[in-house]
Nanobody, 115 residues
């Protein structure tokens, strides 16, 4: 059974940083890529960052230069380091993997950026 569990969300002020982590289980982690998505109130879920099984990252334009995605294969985790956070980054952040044509999601973690 595939499970994705996010952690690390919270309330921060503009310009501050947060680090999200996603712990995966139930499949061979190192063979697959993973990604982070987010959904703000009243908006559709959008891609934030992804990383291939080989560790190659890619980012949405809105977070390039501020966010860094990384993976730790021995620990079966994928992290998202978020720097210079802005109010528009406020959303629920979800970890996601695509396995055999099925997209799996974690339960999400809330990130709120506010003065």
């Amino acid at each position: 059974q595939v499970q994705l569990v996010e952690s690390g969300g919270g309330l921060v002020q503009p310009g501050e940083s947060l680090r999200l982590s996603c712990a995966a289980s139930g499949y061979i982690w190192s063979r697959y890529g993973a990604g982070w998505y987010r959904q703000a109130p009243g908006k559709e879920r959008e891609f934030v960052a992804g990383i291939t099984s080989g560790g190659r990252p890619n980012y949405a334009d809105s977070v390039k230069g501020r966010f860094t995605i990384s993976r730790d294969n021995p620990r079966n985790t994928v992290d998202l380091q978020m720097n210079s956070l802005q109010p528009e980054d406020t959303a629920v952040y979800y970890c996601s993997v695509l396995l055999a044509g099925i997209t799996y999601w974690g339960q999400g973690t809330q990130v709120t950026v506010s003065v």
